[in-house]
């Protein structure tokens, strides 16, 4: 195994972002960088033994900044959307940024995958990673506290690349982290609706026309969002009202337990992705914004479906949803999650 850093371009206040490439002895290679602890490129072999880059990215920092779409990203401090942008702790209103108004999406106007992370490399023989470190400072983008978080990716030689979270604070807070990467198991180049899909849910959490849960925990069953047993993410993506999949799925699985959660298996590559977690949410995004006018690496315009987000998480809009489980962290507590994507040809 093998890691090293490179220059990766600078920041308008002039601090530089790197790149830290990591490579297994399958000679699988993943590549992040300090912006936004961003996971830029990971390419696999297939069954061809072609090398596949499966993440959507672009070529350069400065895409990276102008991005919108959270590609490869860290996602926090909280994933996905809180209504109205509020919450109440202890008797207290908490008014965050309204980036999708009326909504809070992603950590707000400056969210995690807009800043700098400080990060020290894991070089042990059979261990490379990187880990990364943020303090995200009291009141920032609306948040009390003071936030110490550490993400950590590890690629291992069963190319799984692995993601622990951690985070502790001084004030009572929120907090819902996971990581944006777009997949392709197809390398980037069509779309993703031949991609064949296993969610481990019964259920979901249905939303109102802003992407906000109800409050409801539904069964999947009877409808387009059954993905309880293998079907292609393509077979009813048109008879969905929003365009495709931006759905939060209620895992089959205890409270923090770590699960496999989830299987995609694209037939051309013969690559399989299985997903685990110990979040009791994933969200499924398929890209539905994608429109054609972005132009990823390797001069790939981005088309709508092509990728998917299996983003592991607690459920959206949990700080004003009692009944879901609880995103707040406590200063005597440690939030932790932990997440591995593994990758391999069939």
Known sequence: MKIHVKAFGKLSDGRQADIIVIENDNKSICK???YGGI???WTVPDKHGNMVDIVLGWDNIEKYIEDSSYLGAIIGRYGNRIANALFSLDGKEYKLAANQAPNHLHGG?????KVLWDYSLIDQPNEK???FRYLSRDMEEGYPGNLNVEVTYRLTNHNELIIDYKAATDKKTHVNLTNHAYF???GCADDVLKHVLKIYA???TPSDKTLIPTGEIAPVKGTNLDFSEKKAIGERIKKMDIGGYDHNFVLNKQPGAFELIAEVYEPRTGL???VFTTEPGVQLYTAIHFDGSMTGKGSVKY???YGYCLETQHFPDSPNKPHFPSTIVNPWETYSQKTVYKVYAQ
């Open 184 to 186: 392709n198991l197809n």
């Open 129 to 131: 990673g990187v880990i």
């Open 109 to 113: 106007n400056i969210g995690f995958n």
């Open 202 to 204: 019964d259920h979901y």
């Open 272 to 274: 399989k992705m299985d």
């Open 39 to 41: 996971v830029t490129s």
């Open 32 to 34: 992040l960088t300090n």
């Open 303 to 305: 088309k709508q479906y």
